[in-house]
């Protein structure tokens, strides 16, 4: 016994002094604790500055208990510690190669041999030797020892056989240690350990990934002969070996289907075919015959995944065959199945393989076939990819030229048989064979108009101009014109149609075309044309190379085309006098251009693309534009004769002018296009206002304003009149610059949504019919008529009923009950027809009003200091007001934020305003005049914001710019205004300004319920110091007087305001300064004056005061002032008796705060520890958790029972403080009998001992 103590007490100094060597530094210590730590930045700093430590001070110790630590860590029972400790042992053998790599190995097997682990830390030391290995291949130094890496693969071995912890993680690291080592390592040592291991490659993916692996890695080794005496064949895909291959690929693709990733053994099976020359074999028999015949699933995926990986490793003709097979069939019957929202879609990461490749293959051969196969999927004639898909823009441009090629090639000749078209099986369960050959060809065209338009419409593609040129003119001439006769001066006319195009087609080219034309607007020039401008020039939209507008090229094009008629025939030709307005407008553009030569300006432009826009659009509609082309001619003609004028008499001018002025003509002209559905109108349109509106009248505007104002929204006679055409543009090309979508391709999925949606709509509309539309006694009285009529009607008289009449009658009255109620019928759907087109001509409406929106907000800003602007203060505001207070659905609410928007941030604040208003200053005092009065009668404050700020946007404009200060020889701040500045208002008549906002300042602090508020008032007093001057007296009275206490607060508000204000001490500075000084002192005295303060509106009125209180003292101080200050101290001293004071608060706070400019400083309370007992007693705790009293439910009068003995009585004494029991005492022991009894049940012994045996018995069976 005495000799086990000895080695125990030296075992303990040993420890003691170890431990004592590295308690020296605690933080090399902190280090191993950081590595366990779950944040991996923690972590890797950890590794980082453990090494840099171990580096600095080079301690032999130090590093041999920084490897004990970390190999003790590869087994931590925390698994975010295990890949910290293993990265910094592998870290740490790097930075110290001398180290033998063997002592670190046998050190990690003898410390986690599983032969002498205790079983329940098993997985935690197969862990730690896998990690161990991990650590030993990221030192990078595993290939210079040979020895430790037939260990670690030796090991490893030994842990595959631990799949249910281990998985395949040992097999994974023995390929990456075959990654790392040369040829005569894996030659010399591992391939006779790994024989075991590559004979049965075709047991499980790893096994067979570490063969291909040893296959790529070092082929000199595994030579046919070799392959062929461990797996029996010399080479790995063969006709016998792929139904091992198929299995072995199935049970990879079900290990990844939660990540969504293609398994690598697949793609180097796939790299092996390609290098063996046996690519058909593994193609069609082991992914088209074996993977693909297995139910939609991971097989499935994994299929489509390789199809994408293999995109870059196949040639050309390998990718034609590929894309026309099985695999891409199936892929798109997945595309058109999983376009609902809770499918897995499949799609997003094919986009990414074609991007990828795209991206990175340089051959415009690949690139076409590519391509070509994607767009050649197809469903019923509509191609699964998308129309507007973004891979293109990684074509070359040699590709993308053939591409655009194929697509024309593809339209006028569809060639439905070389098409990789399917069917799902709904739709061959549906399909009908006579109509399905002309529909496939509509949406294949359809597909390829939408894609020819996207190719131009994305600026990221590289293209060239001669291309867009050549798609602006495909597409222009098949939706106009139609081959005749072949021309070598018209391409489009030598390649004829072999199907005719329908209406819908013309409809869809006519759309995409203009569509097409705004993206042309908006192209900028091409890189190859961009270089040879200078860098800092501003860039240029909508002109080719040469500065030619793209329009014009297509205006010159189709001038070609109408001049061969027997070329090409327009599907709808001019008539006489159409053709006569086209070639008027020729020449008016060719005039346009020869005055743009001499001096190029802004509005000759405009008036270029307006010109052009309206010619082309006369091809689509000619009956609508030709009489707006008439009256834009004429326009313009006089525009340029009017600038020919200037140097005649005014005088002569006068006889000249006959009707309307050429600008009010154009902005008819403008508002007639505005109701064109098309964005690029809309543009050209606000583009050619802004050029004109130096020359708007006044006419012009009220025809903007006529248009937007709310009192004509029922009128009929408005700009937009609602037509079938109207509402068929709207519907197809409501925006031209939207591409033509079509998810078509997954119709036979949502037929059935929709037949189930339009099924649960109708059932719906019917019952709110029933439920909406009150008993039509009309039709009541008829059905009562034809009862009457075949005397079915039964009465009280002769108590007749339907059961007396024969079969001839019950069927006549059968057949005049169907005809009214189906005449009922009838007449209810008329209605609901006129309510959805009263809803709809209001929609037209709106959308029109919020583009002619786009006008005023030109104007504004291009003519702000024009005095025209002032007429759109009361027709926005009308606007507002009565969006304001109108139900208005999201297209409402936009026009109404955009009507704000304009009125209040681009007109009231801008920075340019008119000037110059002599001639109508008393019509603008009358109109503030209007507005004030406007603004007290609202009940809503945010539409009289609105109204405050169109007066003070008044008053700005008559009070005008401030005069120029006079030169002086000292400077003065700029930020400070002179008091001549200040005092200056220009054309305000301030008399009657004066009294208009003090009247407004009177209803506001007399009436109870103002739209008025303190902040519009504060924004008068410090844009208008003045007006704040005279408007001061008026707010002084009501700091006493309000009509309420809010009112009073709120004065008191306004004086502080105006009191801060510097511009407003500088005016009333001297004795007007004291004299406030006095009488704001007078006000408060009398305001505080209070009685009661227990209300919260008193409260907010009190402190309010206090805060005029405390500037009004802290100024008279500061600057010395003669003011008695004396009323208002002993006021505010008595202030204490009728307000009751808490500790802290903004009321008390700002109270001694007052006090303290006094000298009075807030009393100190000294704090008294109260005591516990009396405060048991006195306050005793409420019981949280439990029911107020008056909330439990009342027990029924039991009877009592009286306890068999003295014991249980015993058992529920009362409370230790509590000496004598009172004398109800036995009957309150006898509560809560089921305490007593549970109590009971836990002292008695015998239950106790039998709980005690089974808890024995549990740990011997575990």
């Not at 072995?248 to 690598?264: D, F, Y």
Request: aromatic share 6%.
């Amino acid at each position: 016994m005495s000799t086990e103590m000895v080695e125990l007490s030296i075992q303990r100094a040993e420890l003691v002094r170890r431990a004592g060597v590295l308690q020296q530094n605690r933080v090399f210590l902190d280090f191993f604790w950081d590595l366990a730590k779950p944040d991996q930045e923690v972590r890797l700093k950890a590794v980082e500055d453990l090494i840099q430590y171990l580096k600095t001070n080079n301690k032999a110790d130090e590093l041999e208990y920084t490897f004990k630590r970390l190999v003790d860590g590869l087994a931590h029972s925390r698994d975010t510690a295990r890949p910290g400790f293993s990265l910094a042992l592998g870290q740490v053998l790097s930075a110290f190669e001398d180290v033998s790599l063997q002592d670190i190995l046998n050190r990690i097997k003898e410390k986690h041999n599983l032969q002498t682990t205790k079983k329940k830390l098993v997985r935690n030391a197969l862990f730690g030797n896998l990690f161990g290995v991990l650590a030993l291949q990221q030192s990078s130094r595993i290939s210079k020892e040979p020895q430790v890496v037939l260990g670690c693969v030796q090991l490893l071995q030994s842990l595959t056989q631990h799949r249910q912890h281990l998985k395949d993680l040992p097999t994974k690291t023995m390929t990456d240690i075959l990654h790392e080592i040369p040829e005569e390592v894996f030659e010399e040592v591992l391939l006779s350990a790994l024989q075991t291991d590559l004979a049965a490659a075709f047991r499980t993916p790893e096994q067979l990934q570490l063969l291909l692996v040893a296959l790529h890695r070092f082929p000199q080794s595994l030579k046919p002969k070799k392959l062929k005496k461990l797996l029996g064949s010399s080479t790995i895909i063969n006709a016998d070996n792929i139904p091992k291959l198929t299995e072995v690929l199935k049970t990879a693709a079900r290990s990844v289907k939660k990540e969504h990733v293609l398994p690598g053994v697949a793609l180097d099976l796939l790299k092996l075919s390609l290098k063996e020359g046996s690519f058909q074999l593994f193609w069609n028999k082991g992914i088209i015959d074996s993977m693909l015949k297995e139910h939609l699933g991971p097989t499935h995926y994994m299929s489509f995944r390789l199809l994408g990986s293999a995109l870059p490793l196949l040639s050309v003709a390998q990718l034609k065959e590929v894309l026309s097979g099985q695999v891409m069939m199936l892929y798109g019957e997945h595309v058109v199945s999983a376009q609902k929202p809770d499918r897995y879609k499949l799609a997003p990461e094919m986009d990414t393989y074609v991007s990828d490749f795209l991206q990175g293959c340089p051959d415009p051969e690949k690139q076409l076939s590519v391509m070509v196969g994607f767009s050649s999927l197809t469903n019923q004639g509509y191609p699964v990819v998308p129309s507007v898909w973004r891979v293109v823009q990684h074509l070359q441009p040699a590709a993308l030229q053939q591409y655009v090629v194929w697509l024309k090639t593809m339209f006028l000749r569809p060639e439905l048989d070389k098409l990789l078209d399917f069917n799902t099986r709904k739709q061959r369960d549906n399909q009908e064979r006579h109509e399905q050959k002309e529909d496939s060809i509509f949406r294949l065209r359809k597909w390829i108009v939408a894609r020819l338009s996207s190719l131009i419409d994305n600026h990221q593609v590289k293209r060239r101009e001669d291309l867009v040129m050549e798609v602006a003119r495909f597409v222009f001439f098949h939706a106009f014109f139609t081959a005749k006769k072949a021309s070598a001066d018209i391409p489009e006319t030598t390649e004829k149609l072999s199907v005719p195009l329908d209406d819908r087609t013309r409809a869809v080219l006519v759309n995409s075309f203009f569509g097409l034309l705004l993206s042309m607007h908006h192209l900028r020039l091409t890189d190859e044309s961009a270089e040879d401008g200078a860098s800092n020039q501003k860039r240029v939209f909508g002109v080719t190379a040469d500065g030619t507008m793209w329009i014009y090229h297509l205006v010159q094009y189709a001038q070609v085309l109408l001049n061969h008629p027997k070329q090409a025939q327009s599907s709808q030709p001019f008539t006489p006098e159409q053709g006569q307005a086209w070639d008027s407008m020729m020449e008016s553009v060719a005039s346009l251009k020869k005055k743009a030569k001499k001096k190029l300006s802004e509005e000759n432009t405009a008036f270029q693309q307006l010109f052009l826009l309206v010619g082309l659009h006369l091809f689509k509609a000619p009956e609508e534009l030709l009489d707006i082309m008439k009256d834009l001619q004429s326009c313009v003609d006089r525009a340029h004769e009017k600038g020919k004028k200037k140097k005649k008499t005014r005088a002569t001018e006068k006889q000249e002018e006959e009707g309307p002025h050429w600008v009010e003509v154009m902005v008819d002209i403008l508002l007639s296009l505005l109701s064109q559905p098309s964005r690029h109108i809309r543009q050209v349109c606000k583009t050619v206002f802004s050029s004109i509106c130096p020359h708007v009248t006044a006419p012009a505007l009220s025809a903007i304003l006529d248009v937007l104002d709310p009192a004509k929204d029922d009128e009929e006679d408005g700009a937009v009149v609602v037509t079938d055409d109207y509402k068929n543009q709207e519907k197809t090309s409501d925006d031209d610059n939207e591409e033509l979508e079509d998810d078509e391709s997954d119709q036979e999925e949502e037929d059935d949504d929709d037949d189930d949606d339009d099924e649960e709509e109708a059932m719906e509309e019917e019952e709110e019919d029933l439920e909406e539309e009150a008993v039509d006694q009309n039709f009541r009285l008829e059905m009562m008529k034809v009862l009457q009529r075949q005397n079915a009607l039964a009465t009280e008289e002769d108590g007749s009923s339907d059961e007396d009449l024969d079969d001839e009658a019950m069927m006549e009255l059968d057949k005049s009950l169907a005809a009214l109620f189906s005449e009922q019928k009838k007449k209810n759907e008329a209605k609901k027809e006129e309510k959805t087109k009263i809803q709809k001509e209001k929609m037209l409406v709106r959308d029109f009003k919020i583009k002619v929106l786009d006008l005023v907000e030109v104007f504004v800003n291009r003519q702000a200091g024009s005095p025209l602007v002032l007429g759109f203060v009361e027709p926005l505001l009308a606007i507002i007001d009565r969006g304001m207070r109108s139900d208005s659905n999201q297209q409402e609410q936009d026009f109404l934020r955009r009507t704000a928007d304009i009125f209040r941030n681009q007109l009231c604040r801008s920075k340019v305003y008119c000037r110059t208003v002599d001639d109508q200053q008393w019509e603008l005092h009358d109109l503030l005049d209007k507005l004030m009065t406007k603004s007290q009668k609202l009940s809503d404050s945010s539409v009289c914001l609105y109204y405050f700020s169109a007066s003070l946007y008044v008053v700005k404009v008559l009070r005008g710019p401030p005069p120029a200060p006079p030169e002086t020889k000292e400077k003065r701040p700029t930020n400070r205004a002179s008091a001549t500045e200040l005092k200056f208002m220009g054309n305000v008549d301030m008399d009657r300004v004066t009294a208009i906002f003090r009247g407004a300042l009177s209803s506001f602090m007399s009436r109870r319920k103002s739209p008025l508020t303190t902040q519009m008032f504060t924004d008068l007093f410090n844009r208008f110091p003045i007006l704040c001057v005279n408007l001061l007296d008026e707010a002084l009275q009501y700091i006493a007087s309000g009509v309420r206490p809010h009112q009073q607060g709120q004065a008191c508000v306004l004086v502080l305001r105006a009191m801060q204000n510097r511009d407003v001490q500088r005016l009333l500075s001297g004795p007007p300064w004291i004299s406030l000084c006095v009488k704001v002192t007078d006000q408060l005295v009398a305001s505080l004056q209070v009685s009661d303060t227990e209300a919260n509106v008193m409260k907010e009125k009190v402190v309010k005061t206090l805060e005029l209180c405390q500037f009004l003292v802290k100024h008279v101080h500061q600057q010395k002032l003669t003011v008695d200050l004396e009323p208002l101290q002993e006021v505010l001293q008595s202030l204490t008796r009728a307000v009751t004071f808490r500790k802290t608060g903004q009321l008390e706070d700002t109270y001694w705060a007052v006090m303290k400019l006094f000298g009075v400083m807030k009393p100190k309370v000294e704090k008294i520890k109260p005591d516990k007992n009396n405060e048991h007693k006195q306050v005793p705790k409420k019981k949280k958790g439990f029911l107020p009293e008056t909330k439990k439910r009342k027990k029924r009068m039991k009877p009592v029972v009286e306890p068999a003995g003295d014991k249980v009585t015993s058992m529920n004494k009362p409370a230790a403080g509590k000496k004598k029991r009172s004398a109800d005492g036995a009957t309150a022991s006898q509560a809560n009998p089921a305490k007593k009894s549970k109590t009971q049940s836990e002292s008695n012994p015998i239950k106790k001992k039998k709980k005690h045996l089974k808890q024995k018995e549990k740990r011997e069976k575990k």
